[in-house]
């Protein structure tokens, strides 16, 4: 059983609350425009931290992290990408992956709008965590938190941090 800290789109905003947030958490997990190597940094060193990169995210970010992620933890495949879509709306660059191989939870960023969702299609969950940063359209910065425990997803938390302004 692993508990999981999610968010995406911090834009180089590192926010104190994030140490609380996460703290009983086993892993902390990125869906990209991180921003900067020393935001990635400040992550990794609280807790083991897997990320993508999105498309702000400089040389160095890039060099880091890869562009999708797919793994497999406590038997659920999981593949992170940055601009992925929603379900019935995937991006082009993640659908056709997405359907001859679907994952059992597919995590995408970059819309900034919080989305959980199941694709009936796919047998998939889907999951936006909005945006954590202060940079863009969003008013209120989310992240989200779960549990994975041998093949389910439970316990989804949804938080809500302070507004943007």
């Not at 086993?26 to 400040?42: L, R, V």
């Not at 999105?54 to 933890?73: C, H, K, M, Q, W």
Request: charged share 30%; aromatic share 12%.
């Amino acid at each position: 059983m692993k508990k999981i800290g999610l968010l995406s789109d911090t834009h180089d905003y590192w926010d104190e609350a994030f140490e609380t947030y996460f703290e009983n958490c086993d892993e902390i997990w990125h869906a990209g425009d991180i921003g900067s190597m020393e935001i990635a940094q400040k992550f990794e060193s609280i807790k083991p931290f897997r990320a993508v990169y999105g498309n702000i995210d400089d040389y160095r970010v890039r060099s880091a992290f890869p562009e999708r992620l797919r793994f497999t933890e406590e038997n659920i495949e999981v593949v992170i990408k940055h601009i992925g879509g929603y379900p019935n709306r995937y991006d082009p660059s993640i659908r056709n992956e997405l359907i001859t191989n679907p994952p059992k939870l597919f995590i995408s960023g970059h819309s900034h709008i919080l989305k959980v969702m199941y694709d009936d299609k796919l047998k998939c969950l889907h999951m936006n965590p909005g945006s954590a940063g202060i940079y863009g359209i969003h008013k209120v910065r989310t992240l989200l938190r779960f549990v994975i425990d041998d093949g389910n997803i439970r316990d989804l938390e949804v938080i809500e941090m302070a507004k943007r302004w």
